[in-house]
């Protein structure tokens, strides 16, 4: 009875799975993105490959939640249903969300392997657009899917979420530490200027 | 080595309180030069880090095939729409087949209790839904047809139609076969 219901709607249930994974997996890597950026955890080098691997994982999950619909008999989407915004009519909003956010998704990630060209400080403020895509897919699961009502999907989800929530409007509304350090460096010329006589009881404080 | 604390007077005038004599450390351990250290440093990080892309694809395979249970199990159409999908199968199946009269009464009383209190006939049919005016027609006609027949046989060609349109309208003619019998 499971086996029969399962293969016969194999496609959309890999999908569903997939979905979920990816949905599961992106909160992690966002999660491990901010504790990491956002300076909260010193002395672990090792997240940010952990945030990589994770992202890695979600593409991975995001790829496998498109294609399998693929295969889907009761659907039947064509390529480009689940790749064009604004294609498919099968409830086109939450769908054209779910494609945007999955195509950012995939497109920033990615761009981390050649921020070389892009330019780390440009790279750097392109990549928190990710967060706007990791909501969108947030919305998209919730908007369309269809374990959206599911209690274990909601638990499974508010785990993930939450703290990533609460990092992230702590990352964005905390102090932010780049600007300080943006005023103090052109105080530094300044510093020579200054006469002898006020310099030496600083350096003797140095000294002690 | 940013880490590792500035050496004070006291340490070095001190000497380390667990660190044992040069003596004493095995002989098959090598003074390593810095650079072989650095390689040793290095060789370790990368083994970490693939111990920790191997545990997260691990969980990410364990999430796969957690969902995949858990949605296998649930239902491949969701829980509310499992349900839904099981009325109208229902509703269809009553519709199209017509001759179980068991099966029939059975499914429409355990999807709609409401219809037990339906027992003004077209007048309370015309009350369940109040928006189709073909279902009420269906449903006298589904009336008559009953009463002549003095069976629960609702499986006309009008009946077939409504209940495939809307589940509501397939309950109204096992609420006014119930009325005829009564």
Known sequence: MLAAAVTEHLFWIVSRAAGTAALLLSSLAVCVGLLFGGKFVKGRPDLRHLHEALSLATIVALVVHAVSLLGDSFMHPSLADITVPFVSGYMRLWMTVGIVAGWAMIALGLSYYVRDRIGQQRWKKLHRVTALAWLAGLAHSFGEGTDAGATWFIVATAIVVVPAFLLLIVRHLGPSSPQPARQAKPARPVAPARPVAQARPVRQEVAR | ?182
């Open chain 2, 1 to 182: 080595m940013l880490s590792e604390r500035a050496p004070t007077v006291l340490s070095m005038s001190e000497p380390p309180p667990f660190e044992r004599p040069r003596a004493d450390r095995p002989s098959s351990e090598p003074t390593l030069s810095p650079k072989e250290l650095a390689q040793a440093k290095l060789r370790a990080r990368a083994a970490r880090i693939g111990r920790m892309r191997k545990r997260v694809i691990a969980a990410s395979l364990a999430t796969f095939v957690l969902a995949f249970s858990v949605i296998a199990i649930d239902g491949p159409m969701g829980a509310t729409s499992s349900a839904t999908s099981q009325t109208t199968a229902s509703a269809t199946s009553s519709g199209t087949s017509g001759t179980s009269a068991d099966s029939t009464g059975s499914d429409q009383s355990s999807i709609l209790g409401d219809d037990s209190s339906s027992s003004d006939g077209t007048t309370s049919s015309s009350g369940n839904s109040t928006s189709s005016s073909e279902n009420q027609t269906s449903s006298s006609d589904d009336q008559t047809t009953s009463s002549d027949d003095g069976s629960s046989s609702s499986g006309s060609g009008s009946g077939s139609t409504s209940s495939s349109s809307s589940a509501s309208s397939s309950s109204s003619s096992p609420s006014t076969v119930t009325t005829s019998q009564s």
